[in-house]
């Protein structure tokens, strides 16, 4: 994790987004939405510009940041995303509206765990981000990679949870925190010994996991 100086430093170098996606980003802000940081945001910019996937499964819209980011960092692409809250699904679909993405992204409601049919029928996916609950991390994992391309990428956010997983439990007061900081040590233990992908965490961000599918 870097120190508040180096992440001040490193987001005044980040190029300035369009009005709508800055309008996005202050009013997360203003009604604490948890959307990806400016740093953590640009690294998986980056890895998609690299990659260049055509079909892409987000698991967790939230107000269609993320989404809308990586719709506009490629050109031909099409992203399937799930959200299980109805405010944030209707806040998703009109800023997707608003930057005239609705042709390149598609967002489904409900739980991404209930809706794996209809997800199944969008795919195959040349790469999946997950983003949504983190107690469920490894459900999720277990759920989509099989609709993941060899070759394929599936990156995780939010996998060092604000540096709770390298703290030990007397040292995190809430009970909550430390019951989730569990279940994310033993996510990123169970990426880390899965035969079928190469899996890297990078301290960028809340820590992103990157796991390449094998072919």
């Given at each position: 994790?870097?120190?508040?100086?180096?992440?001040?430093?490193?987001?005044?170098?980040?190029?300035?987004?369009?009005?709508?996606?800055?309008?996005?980003?202050?009013?997360?802000?203003?009604?604490?939405?948890?959307?990806?940081?400016?740093?953590?945001?640009?690294?998986?910019?980056?890895?998609?510009?690299?990659?260049?996937?055509?079909?892409?499964?987000?698991?967790?819209?939230?107000?269609?940041?993320?989404?809308?980011?990586?719709?506009?960092?490629?050109?031909?692409s099409h992203l399937v995303?799930?959200?299980?809250?109805?405010?944030?699904?209707?806040?998703?679909?009109?800023?997707?509206?608003?930057?005239?993405?609705?042709?390149?992204?598609?967002?489904?409601?409900?739980?991404?765990?209930?809706?794996?049919?209809?997800?199944?029928?969008?795919?195959?996916?040349?790469?999946?981000?997950?983003?949504?609950?983190?107690?469920?991390?490894?459900?999720?994992?277990?759920?989509?990679?099989?609709?993941?391309?060899?070759?394929?990428?599936?990156?995780?956010?939010?996998?060092?949870?604000?540096?709770?997983?390298?703290?030990?439990?007397e040292e995190i007061d809430?009970?909550?925190?430390?019951?989730?900081?569990?279940?994310?040590?033993?996510?990123?233990?169970?990426?880390?010994?899965?035969?079928?992908f190469q899996s890297t965490?990078?301290?960028?961000?809340?820590?992103?996991?990157?796991?390449?599918?094998?072919?």
């Open positions: 994790m870097i120190t508040e100086e180096l992440k001040q430093y490193l987001e005044g170098l980040i190029s300035k987004r369009s009005p709508e996606v800055e309008q996005m980003e202050n009013e997360a802000e203003q009604n604490n939405v948890p959307i990806m940081d400016l740093i953590g945001m640009e690294a998986l910019l980056q890895i998609v510009r690299i990659h260049q996937p055509k079909r892409i499964l987000e698991i967790g819209t939230a107000i269609g940041y993320s989404a809308i980011r990586i719709s506009q960092a490629l050109n031909e995303s799930v959200e299980r809250d109805s405010e944030r699904y209707t806040q998703a679909i009109q800023n997707i509206s608003k930057v005239g993405l609705n042709g390149k992204i598609s967002v489904l409601e409900g739980d991404a765990l209930e809706r794996v049919e209809s997800i199944e029928k969008e795919g195959p996916y040349d790469f999946i981000f997950i983003d949504a609950a983190k107690g469920q991390y490894e459900r999720f994992f277990e759920a989509f990679e099989k609709m993941l391309v060899p070759g394929g990428v599936i990156i995780s956010d939010n996998v060092l949870f604000r540096g709770f997983v390298s703290k030990r439990d809430s009970r909550r925190f430390r019951k989730l900081t569990h279940k994310i040590r033993n996510y990123n233990e169970f990426l880390m010994n899965q035969t079928d965490i990078l301290p960028v961000g809340d820590g992103m996991a990157i796991s390449i599918k094998k072919v």
